[in-house]
């Protein structure tokens, strides 16, 4: 299946969702707009999920940004818009899923792969993609590619105006099987503006190398926490919220 060439707007929670076990799709040279920080619906650009693999290359998305309720913190439901999602998506080692050559602007989380207790989301390429988190994100730390997930590569990325880290090595999910932030490669990158340039998490046989940053405060950090010396922004965790059939 390939979706190419289309320009998606004006829609309700996800602009494209590629979803199901078996599928395999090719989602190219579109144009997908969300509708801005709007307190109505965590939205999602693009989504791979359940199952489903594929490519996702040369898209332009922008404008996915969700305002929380004030109270979301006290009641642990905070979430996240994001640009692309790959959630409990179907990677192996014998065929990745590729995230190559895509714009995403103004997106509260950039690139997000995400793996809960049902599934994981691992075995993905994120190359060559251009990523501009959103200044309307509120007080959150949000990374600009969050690879919470095992088994990814992440190289010659430019990410510019993260209020968390520019790459997150993310071992936060209690993905299916085990936790994430594993036999993660993140080289190359190009990060302007970050708490971190990487963070590299708490995980296994991770490498960090190459990589280039401007205006952060560490070039590298372990664990999952930016570094002291970011102000007027709070560590609680922004969920994906994907859509589920």
């Known amino acids: ?15 494209i969702t590629v979803d199901g076990n078996g599928t395999v799709a090719t989602i190219t040279a579109n144009y997908v707009v969300g509708i801005g920080a709007t307190p109505l619906t965590a939205q999602n650009g693009i989504q791979v999920s359940d199952g489903a693999n594929g490519k996702v290359t040369n898209n332009t998305v922008t404008d996915d940004v969700y305002v929380n309720p004030p109270d979301c913190q006290s009641s642990s439901s905070c979430f996240s818009a994001t640009g692309i999602l790959i959630y409990d998506s179907g990677g192996s080692n014998l065929k990745n899923l590729t995230i190559s050559g895509n714009t995403v602007s103004n997106a509260q989380g950039g690139i997000v792969t995400f793996g809960d207790p ?102 590298t950090a372990s664990g999952d926490i930016c570094p002291a010396g970011i102000s007027g922004r709070t560590l609680t965790r922004l969920r994906p919220s994907p859509r589920r059939h």
């Open 118 to 219: 049902f599934g994981n989301a691992d075995y993905n390429v994120v190359t060559l993609n251009r990523v501009t988190t959103s200044p309307a994100a509120g007080p959150f730390l949000l990374d600009g590619i969050d690879l919470c997930s095992n088994n990814n590569t992440a190289t010659s990325n430019t990410v510019f105006n993260s209020s968390g880290s520019g790459v997150h090595i993310d071992s936060q999910c209690a993905e299916f099987g085990g936790p994430s932030g594993n036999n993660t490669m993140a080289k190359s990158n190009v990060i302007n503006e970050a708490c971190a340039g990487v963070l590299t998490g708490n995980g296994m046989l991770n490498t960090v190398s190459g990589n280039v940053t401007y205006n952060v405060v560490a070039t």
């Open 1 to 15: 299946m390939t979706i190419e060439n289309s320009s998606v707007h004006d829609y309700d929670k996800n602009g």
